[in-house]
Every structure is written in C-alpha cells, then in structure tokens.
C-alpha cells in the first residue's frame, strides 16, 4: 500500500487561508488504512482546522466527505464540489493529481505521501519497495536493498554496520538481514553473484502504462 | 616508486591519507604531505570524507602530483553518478594519478549538508567493475575510450565488523570485480586481524592493515562507542588510561601492532585523523622509518 502522513496543521492552514469554503475529501483505500484519510481522519481535521482558523480571526468554512479511491477517475466522478471554493485532499500524490485535473478549483494536500510499504502490526508499517521498475527481490531474499538499504547498495553490507544495525542507527541493516535469510534459505551462494547498476532509463520509460491498446507498454 | 611497484617488491609498504581543507587553500594539506615525504608510499586523498563538503579530491590529488607526490584517489559513490564518476578518473588519470581506492561513502545524512540529495547510482564493488571496464579501454556503456587509463585499484574491508561473514563475503566480490589491493578499517586485536589474513591470503590481493593511532583511553572508547566496525581491546583502553603520556603509549601500541603483524600482511595504511605528526614517530618505533625512504 502507499503509507501517508498528514501535514502538520500549520501547513494546512497556510495553504487553505484565502479560502471561504473547502471541501476535504478523504480515500478510502490506502489512506484510510494509513489511519490518515478515512472517515474519522476527515471527520477529525475539519474540527482542528476550524479551531485553529478561528483562533486566527479567519472565517473559512470547512466539509468533508470520503470517496472510495481518489486515484481512479469512476470513484471521483460524482464528487459534488460546486459549492467550495477550494478541495482539500486526504489521499496520496496520485490521489490529489487526479482530483486536481477534474476539478475546476485548486487542490491542496493534506497528506505527504512517504512510500510503498507493508503493515508491521498496528498502527506501524515499513517502506518495502521504491518502485524502482526493476525488481531484484529475486536474487535478495525477498528483502529490498534499494529501500531497505540506507545507501540502495546492491552487493552487500558496507562498512558502517553496527552489530547488524545500519549506521544510520534508524533501522536494522538490510544487507545482513538479507543474507541471514538466504543462509536460512539454503543459498549463500546467491550472494556471490555481483549484481549489475540498475537501469535507471526504465523510471523515464515507465512514466506511464498503457496496456490498453496499441502502444501499450509491455 | 609507485604504490603497484612498492607493493611488486615485495617490501611492507606504508599509505597515509590527507583531507582537502575546506575551501580553497591547500597550503595546510601540502605541509602534511611534506612532512610524510619519502617516509610513506603514498597518501590516499579523502572525498569529502565523512559526507563533509571539502575542496573536491581530483584537484588536490593534482596538487600532491605536481608536488612530487603518489596520491591515491579516493571515489566515493555519493556525490556523483556513473558518468561524473567515470568522466573524473579519467581526469585523474589524464594528470598521471594512478591509484584509486573504491568506496561506497558515508550517508549524507551523516555530514555537514545532510538534505542533500545521495546519489549511490554505484555502490563499491559495482565501481569496481566500472573502473575495472575503463583500464579495458572502453566505458561502462562499451564505448571505446580515446586514451585507455591505467590505475591500480583498492578496496576497503572491515575485519571487525560485526557480523564479519557477509562483510567477508562482499571483499570477495570486490577481489571479484578487480580489486588488486585492500586497506583495512583500524584493526587492534592482532590475532583478530590474523585470522582474517588467512581468509585473505587464498586470494591474489595485497593487504594494508588499518591504523589509527590512539591518543588517549577518552578517544579509544569514544571509537568503540561510535565508529561500527572498531574494537580496541579493553587491555589497550586500561594500559591508555595508566600511562602518564598516553601519545607516546598509543603510538608504542601501533608500533607494536605493526610489528606483531608485518609477516602476515603486505603493509599498513595508517589514518592519522589530524595528527599526521605522529606518523613518522610510530614508523620510527615501529623499525619501519629506514626502510620505506630507502
Ligand atoms: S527491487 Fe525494490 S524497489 Fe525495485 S521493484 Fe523490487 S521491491 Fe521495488
Ligand atoms: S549499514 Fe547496511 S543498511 Fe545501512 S547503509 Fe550500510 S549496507 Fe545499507
């Protein structure tokens, strides 16, 4: 899933201040699992940004609803924002690019979006891939060293490991993590092989799919 | 004589380093090179070590050149990606620089311009295969270069490091990817680093073992503390803190490190980190003073 985080408050308010009435709009899918753009998230926001915009002596008025996926555009489509002057969107990066193309009103983020990961238990998730169009997880273990690893090495631990944690001292090393688990796995012996640089020319290929027809990027 | 041929003789060869000042006079980093001359093989240059901006490694290698020097150019993976990276060795090699030590490189975060953007397009031992496919004659991308250089390339490995066998495993990597010589993160515990030389010495590769001089019990437990990869035994810490000139107890200590070690490795490369006045002093202690300049 795409993990979120609101903004700080502050942020918010600095960019929806010139606003008489802004309609927040959460998502249901990622960020609502994120604990960050579902119903409450919503439901919870515009009560702090009224309280904090009427400490300031502004007048902005502020509803929200929630729509199942902002990044789809069927989801958004029946989005009714006539009566707002401005959207302020719960949902990731993609999420408020595609609300920001249909709407005839800026869109402003409440969230930043911070990366792909997986849930670590409640309330806790991990970055676990960086959509870097060219998946080594095979020859890995199944562990990313281009996210997990402070420095995306791809060939082994470097000399900063600190008693099997990064020397960034944030996390444990991702390169001892990943041999540990090839041992476990019966083959060390994939470590042996040096992987290659990435092609890094396939993140300006894939700036989109199209599977739809002709040109489609396979 | 330079480093491939200090080390072809067969004799213990002795590197030390420099670090290019911040900014743009160099007079400080010469001073130190001079007092080194003729008592090291040669001194490796830092790149922007410890991910702190400094004047940039290629010029001051250029300055230890025309000075008359054996510079040893460190690359780091940090700061640059495969074309800025190759585009400089071949500046390096162009002004006869001759020697390159590959490195991953500290985390920017760790340094002095912490949001900037880290580039690790390369990691060491892929820098290897590059610098490996340019002494071939051709770029990373297999075109054919127009003057081939000619380098001697190093590595860095970490005997020490905690757990060692996948850090074993990556200095086989990097012999593998064309790594002829090897200097090693600071080493204290002479049978520690001799069982690490056994593993080296299956391989066609030259080893300097890791000195940093100790000055004092406060710095070698702020080492073990902070540096990963770092152990000074407890008896070094305690013999530090009863001495009543600890300078002159670590410098007898590297000397008699160098001595216990000098028939299992091919040499030491000692990091002096802002005491290079005290290189010749442990190379004296340690016997080692005649030989090199010989
Ligand atoms: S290698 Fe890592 S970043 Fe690349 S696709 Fe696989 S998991 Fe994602
Ligand atoms: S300590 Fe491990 S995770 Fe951290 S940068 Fe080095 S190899 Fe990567």
């Known amino acids: 899933m795409i993990v ?62 929630v729509l199942q996926r902002q990044c789809e555009p069927e989801f958004i489509e029946h989005l009714d924002d006539r009566v707002y002057d401005a959207i302020l969107s719960l949902g990731c990066g993609a999420g408020v690019a595609l609300l920001s193309e249909s ?20 309330a806790s998730w991990r970055a676990e ?41 944030d996390r444990p090393c991702a390169w001892v993590e990943i041999y540990d688990r090839l041992e476990t796995l019966e083959r060390p012996e994939d470590f042996k092989e040096i992987i290659q640089p990435k092609d890094n020319s396939v993140k300006t290929t894939y700036n989109k799919l199209d599977l739809s027809g002709e040109g489609g990027a396979r | 004589m330079s480093l491939r041929d200090a080390f072809e003789s067969g004799r213990f060869v002795v590197t030390s380093e420099v670090g290019p000042p911040k900014g743009t006079d160099v007079a400080e980093m010469l001073e130190t090179a001079e007092l080194l001359r003729g008592r090291v093989d040669a001194l490796n240059v830092t790149d922007n070590q410890a991910a702190v901006m400094r004047l940039c490694t290629l010029a001051a290698c250029v300055h230890l050149v ?80 127009h003057g081939t250089p000619e380098l001697y390339v190093g590595a860095v490995v970490t005997p020490d490091a905690v757990p060692v066998k996948p850090q074993l495993a990556k200095f086989e990597k990097k012999i593998e990817a064309g790594a002829r010589y090897f200097q090693t993160q600071a080493v204290y515990d002479p049978e520690s680093f001799k069982s690490f030389m056994e593993l080296a010495r299956h391989f066609d590769v030259k080893v300097l073992a ?22 000074v035994p407890d008896a070094l810490i305690a013999e530090l803190e009863a001495s009543e000139d600890p300078t002159r107890t670590g410098i007898e200590i590297a000397a008699r490190f160098i001595n216990d070690v000098r028939d299992v490795c091919d040499g030491v490369h000692i990091m002096a980190v802002g005491a290079e006045h005290l290189v010749p002093e442990v190379l004296e202690a340690a016997g080692l003073a005649q030989e090199v300049s010989a």
């Open chain 2, 210 to 231: 890791g000195i940093v001089v100790l000055r004092s019990a406060r710095m070698a437990s702020f080492m073990n503390r902070n540096i990963p990869g770092i152990t």
């Open chain 1, 103 to 122: 709407a005839d009103k800026p869109v402003y983020p409440a969230l930043d979006t911070l990366f792909i990961g997986a849930s670590q238990g409640f």
């Open chain 1, 129 to 169: 891939c960086s959509a870097c169009g060219k998946c080594v997880l095979g020859q890995t273990a199944g562990i990313c060293p281009v996210t997990r690893c402070a420095k995306g090495i791809l060939n082994g631990p470097c000399g900063g490991v600190n008693n099997g944690q990064c020397e960034l001292g």
């Open chain 1, 4 to 65: 979120v985080r609101q903004k700080p408050v502050e942020e918010i308010c600095s960019m929806v201040a010139r606003h008489r009435n802004v309609l927040l709009v959460g998502c249901n899918t990622c960020a609502a699992v994120a604990l960050a753009g579902g119903e409450k998230e919503v439901d919870t926001l515009i009560e702090l940004l009224k309280l904090t915009m009427r400490r300031k002596g502004e007048t902005t008025e502020f509803s929200g609803c």
């Open chain 2, 66 to 145: 025309n000075a008359g020097h054996e510079p040893v150019y460190q690359v780091t993976c940090r700061d640059r990606n495969r074309l800025a990276i190759q585009s400089d060795i071949l500046g390096a090699a162009s002004f006869g620089i001759a020697n390159v030590l590959a490195l991953t490189g500290d985390h920017v975060v760790v340094g002095d311009h912490p949001e900037a953007k880290a580039v690790f397009d390369l990691e060491s031992v892929q820098l290897l295969e590059v610098i490996e496919t340019l002494t071939k004659g051709t770029d990373f991308a297999g075109k054919e270069l």
